[in-house]
């Protein structure tokens, strides 16, 4: 079984559209997160989400929404695609709502804007 | 802001040899410190990881040490291998929230 698991795994699209990433855990985890891994393999933080606190990294766009209907599935909403947010988006999770535990990564999402 | 500094960018090593990795973060109130590998086209993965009450950890072929004062932590691999070659993330927790990465250290072991 997956543990955390993230569709679709490809993603072409063009400019201008708004599209969806999905994420789903079964570790029973209290905490997921969103990665942006750009070309030069840098791990950005986006959002971390815990079902009391959504904390948003401030560099991040307000075209990004982070959308979590329970504490399983994190969602990433985009707004108005750029070029620029060409990437590997990729979901984790970590257990007992803190960073101070080992995540558990997805398997990205390869997002092309073109 | 606080961050996770990390070198080299690269290392290129031939099989056998040991190779180090360094990392230096920022947030003082930071008290773990995991390593993850991440080989290509595929998810990082967590490979070691150290508390701040302990100074060194081993798991084989890899160890992990970590000096708190100085705020340094370092990832050890011995006898490298060819499926060692990987890219290889230092991470710190920034204000307990979320993980902040290094920047890489693209490891080559040649054979």
């Known amino acids: 079984d997956t543990a955390v698991s993230q569709t679709p795994k490809y993603l072409v699209t063009q400019m201008g559209n708004d599209k969806s990433i999905k994420c789903e855990q079964n570790l029973g985890h209290d905490t997921m997160y969103w990665y942006k891994q750009d070309s030069k393999k840098f791990l950005k933080i986006m959002f971390s989400?815990?079902?009391?606190?959504?904390?948003i990294n401030e560099t991040v766009p307000n075209r990004f929404s982070p959308k979590s209907p329970d504490k399983a599935h994190l969602n990433l909403h985009i707004n108005s695609l750029e070029l620029g947010d060409s990437a590997v988006y990729f979901c984790?999770?970590?257990?007992?709502?803190?960073?101070?535990?080992?995540?558990?990564f997805g398997s990205g999402t390869r997002l092309t804007v073109v | 802001g606080e961050n996770v500094e990390q070198h080299p960018s690269t290392l290129s090593v031939q099989e056998g040899d040991s190779a180090v990795i360094k990392c230096t973060y920022s947030d003082s109130a930071s008290n773990y410190f995991p390593w993850y590998k991440q080989e290509l086209g595929k998810r990082p993965q967590l490979i070691i990881d150290i508390r701040s009450n302990v100074g060194e950890k081993k798991d084989q072929r890899i160890a992990v040490t970590l000096n708190k004062t100085a705020k340094h932590f370092s990832l050890h691999i011995t006898e490298t291998q060819p499926e060692d070659s990987a890219v290889y993330f230092c991470a710190a927790p920034v204000k307990g929230t979320a993980l902040i990465f290094g920047k890489g250290t693209t490891l080559s072991v040649s054979s």
């Open positions: 989400y815990n079902n009391k606190e959504l904390i």
């Open positions: 984790a999770s970590s257990q007992r709502g803190g960073a101070n535990y080992g995540y558990t």
